[in-house]
């Protein structure tokens, strides 16, 4: 039977207030590594080159790849983007922390983020984040000493603003969080990108395809024909990853041109993917727990380019994201953090299979559809699914076989991990009108 390893909690303690940036280093004589951590909001793995995508979407991460390690089954914790970025930022399940877009309740206080222990640890913080769901509000902003949500749609605006912040540095190691909504619906790339990969559409869609356009295609309001629109829809999704991909460019030759890129680690990671019709749904996400919507990119460039070129198929998940950062900036991993690092597996010629638990945004009263998964296995609550055999889950029934084991394991790990700790308790806050619109734009609220 495959050993499933919940979580890594360490036994030593939590980390915390006496460290400072001169108290610990990675190894003897070694300056203690930046750190980059990208988020891409709503970005399918599967429309990247260094995942197999043929369109030629992503040039410079493509090239950041030779220098990385790339996951190839990383699996987010929630399809939405609070309660995703909140698990990536506390290495907390989504049932734990309870910082919900649904419920309008905030990451709480008592959470203990990344950002917060690099903090403690002497680094400066910043993030450039995208607002909506995560404007300050809701409280991802902990242990960041600025927390900017830039006006640009394009990622490379966010990155302007980011090396902004760098350039004013004291020579202190960095943490810089970048997110964008570039690739998010609406798809409105600029004409130049548009036409990289739209070849010949002379359908009835237009160039921008709006949030509007999208719930009519849904409700059947307007003709779609699948063949014939689907691949002009998706040649605007493609274009917008190009133009967030040209923002990486410019990022990466900064630090190169600045001698920053060999001891910076980087992270590139997405908070959830997108649905094009696998289940039903175009150009959407948050309403299901498929791996349309699940799996997400992950490619984690290491100082020094340590294990470059290194690709792992096991799956791992975006609550491993802060215990990784921890360990390599060379400090000990808190015993709250549910994740495991990543960095320390890399290397192992068989790693463990880690069970990943996802949930749908719903307020912290009310129960939450659950999936939880298995590198050949998968349960979204009472619906199992063989991955090995129907990796699209497209058609599920009732376990025999395999499959009767499969369920009783996947049943107990959601049970141990949703009581390995109690609940955080939610705030419930209120949106400025600023954000309320933001989320509109974004197609939250209508």
């Known amino acids: 039977m495959v050993r499933l390893l919940l979580a890594s909690i360490s036994t030593a303690g939590v980390l915390l207030a006496a460290c400072s940036a001169k108290d610990v280093d990675p190894q003897e004589g070694e300056l203690r590594p930046n750190v980059i951590l990208i988020s891409i909001d709503t970005l399918r793995p599967d429309h990247l080159g260094c995942y197999g995508y043929q369109p030629d979407t992503s040039p410079a991460l493509d090239a950041l790849c030779e220098d990385s390690v790339v996951f190839e089954e990383a699996i987010a914790q929630a399809p939405s983007t609070l309660h995703s970025h909140a698990s990536m930022f506390t290495s907390l399940l989504p049932h734990h922390h309870l910082a919900t877009w649904s419920g309008k309740t905030r990451l709480s206080e008592e959470a203990l983020t990344v950002a917060e222990v690099l903090q403690e640890a002497g680094y400066r913080t ?13 409280g991802l902003d902990q242990g960041f000493e600025l927390y900017n949500q830039p006006s640009s749609e394009h990622f490379a605006g966010t990155v302007s603003a980011g090396l902004k912040w760098l350039e004013s540095g004291n020579g202190r190691p960095f943490f810089l969080f970048l997110h964008s909504y570039e690739v998010h619906h609406p798809y409105t790339p600029r004409q130049e990108y548009l036409e990289l ?22 409700r059947g309001e307007i003709e779609f024909d699948a063949a014939r629109d689907l691949p002009h829809i998706l040649s605007a999704y493609d274009a917008e990853i190009r133009s967030a991909d040209d923002g990486l460019a410019i990022l990466i030759r900064y630090l190169k041109d600045n001698d920053l890129y060999e001891n910076t680690l980087i992270l590139f990671t997405s908070d959830h993917g997108e649905e094009f019709g696998e289940h039903g749904i175009v150009g959407w996400h948050s309403h299901t727990l498929y791996d349309e919507l699940l799996r997400v990119p992950l490619v984690i ?146």
Request: glycine fraction near 8%.
């Open 301 to 446: 460039k290491l100082p020094g380019s340590k294990h470059a070129g290194r690709r792992v198929p096991a799956q791992v998940r975006g609550i491993d994201i802060p215990p990784t950062v921890v360990s390599t900036a060379g400090l000990e991993i808190p015993s709250v953090f549910s994740g495991v690092d990543l960095s320390a597996r890399i290397g192992e010629e068989s790693v463990e299979e880690r069970v990943a638990i996802s949930r749908l945004d719903r307020p912290p009263d009310q129960r939450g559809s659950t999936a939880v998964r298995l590198e050949n296995w998968k349960l979204i609550d009472t619906d199992l699914f063989d991955l090995s055999r129907d990796p699209d889950e497209q058609w599920f029934g009732s376990a025999t076989g395999d499959g009767i084991e499969a369920a009783s394991r996947l049943n107990e790990a959601l049970q141990q991990a949703l009581e390995s700790r109690e609940p955080l308790v939610p705030e419930v806050v209120a949106p400025a009108d600023s954000t309320l619109d933001e989320l509109r734009a974004l197609g939250y609220i209508q």
């Open 126 to 138: 910043a993030a450039f984040a995208g607002g909506g769901q995560m404007d300050r509000v809701f």
């Open 197 to 218: 990969f739209d070849e010949g559409y002379d359908g009835p869609l237009p160039d921008e395809i709006s949030i509007e356009l999208l719930r009519q295609i849904n």
